[in-house]
C-alpha cells in the first residue's frame, strides 16, 4: 500500500509564495511518474504539474506554466511543488499522485495515477 503525505499548504497572500511537498512510502518510487493535481469548491479536479521518474520530463497545466516548478528527490522519496506568483485562483486542495504503470511518461489526466495523498489545502487571498 503506498502512502503519500503532503505538507506545506498554508494561506498566502496574492503574489508570495508556497513550497509544497509530498513524502512517499514505496520502495519503487524511483521507478514511478509523480504529480500533482488540485480541485477547487464547485470545480473538476485539474491537472498542476508531473514529472517523470528520471526527473528529466516535466508538464505543467497551461493555468501553472512559468510560475511552478515540480521538482523530486529520489534519495529521500520526496516529490515537491515551488509555487510563485500566486493568485487567488491558484486556491484548491492539492493532491500528491503516483502512477504505477508509468516512469517514462507523464500522464495529464487522474486515471493515469494509482495513488493519491490525503490533499493540502492552499489558499491565495487577494
Known amino acids: 500500500q503506498v502512502q503519500l503525505v503532503e505538507s506545506g499548504g498554508g494561506l498566502v497572500q496574492a503574489g508570495g509564495s508556497l513550497r509544497l511537498s509530498c513524502a512517499a512510502s514505496?520502495?519503487?518510487?524511483?521507478?514511478?511518474?509523480m504529480g500533482w493535481f488540485r480541485q477547487a469548491p464547485g470545480k473538476e479536479r485539474e491537472f498542476v504539474a508531473g514529472i517523470s521518474r528520471s526527473g528529466g520530463t516535466t508538464y505543467y497545466g497551461d493555468s501553472v506554466k512559468g510560475r511552478f516548478t515540480i521538482s523530486r528527490d529520489n534519495a529521500k522519496n520526496t516529490v515537491d511543488l515551488q509555487m510563485n506568483s500566486l493568485k487567488p485562483e491558484d486556491t484548491a486542495v492539492y493532491y500528491c499522485v503516483l502512477a504505477k504503470r508509468f516512469g517514462f511518461t507523464v500522464p495529464r489526466t487522474d486515471d493515469g495515477y494509482d495513488s493519491w495523498g490525503q490533499g493540502t489545502q492552499v489558499t491565495v487571498s487577494s
Open positions: 514505496t520502495r519503487t518510487f524511483s521507478s514511478n511518474t
